[in-house]
């Protein structure tokens, strides 16, 4: 079982942006950053939130998604060696895609098959589920909401190291689980702690991002419908916080699964562009 230290992995990713800040920018932007604000222009509400959106935005979000997921791997791929173009890195993450979602579906179907057991135990056990009573939570529904989410971080911290692994490693979607899930084992509450931690950092900033751009926006031009200048600004914001963010902790996944895994080059044959 390797050691883990967050610090140091926080220091490697720290001296990476130092040296080749402009590479990961790069890729942040264009393939996080980008897509992001276009999507909060036409979309400020999120996928499929609002029900009399067309069909083909829909569609254009989900294809904004995978694309975050090839810059996401493409992110992993420039913090390790051998050293990659960003055009070299992007076509690995472009390759890499495919397996890498379909790991993400079957962790998903993997967090329902769990869940769903225990809502048909709630259910038989007396609790109901009223759209009209959401804003109720009873102590059997807080119950089942708490053991659902703790199901939805114990996969989830053990899945951390998924991205690393389909980027450096020419693993298939279930070996990636079973490469994450062995990577992760005796780490699971520092792997948490770095998660929460994070998080809890993305959040205020991106609370405070919407309070304060959001309202002056509003008043300035008015409110933040889709298409319209509100919406724009308010998706550029948007999209910066999400592509620094997505740069820091892609690179910081990468260092950590350095430490996990013992090596620093990628498995997986690259060819440059």
Known sequence: ?????????????RSLFASDGRLFTAIAVALMGVPSMISGLIAPEGLGVQSNQPWYVDLLLFAF???ALVGQLALVRMALKPSLTVGAAIAHGARRMPVYLGTAMIITVAIIA????????AMLSGVTFDPAAATKMTPAMAVLVL????IAVLIGVRMLMGTPVA???????????????????G???????FLVMILIGAGVVAFAISMVVGSAVTIALGPIEPMSASALVVGLFQGLFNAAFT??????LARIYVQLSGRDTVEAPTKGI
């Not at 780490?187 to 702690?193: D, P």
């Not at 740069?247 to 910081?252: E, P, T």
């Open 114 to 121: 769990v869940a769903v057991p225990v809502v048909v135990i």
């Open 247 to 252: 740069a820091v902790f892609a690179v910081m």
């Open 147 to 150: 053991v659902i989410v703790v």
């Open 187 to 193: 780490v699971w509450w520092k792997l948490l702690g």
């Open 65 to 67: 998604m995978l694309v």
């Open 1 to 13: 079982m390797a050691d883990l230290s967050i610090s140091k992995a926080w220091d490697e990713s």
């Open 167 to 185: 980027a450096a490693e020419s693993a298939g979607p279930v070996e990636i689980i079973k490469r994450s899930w062995r990577l992760t084992t």
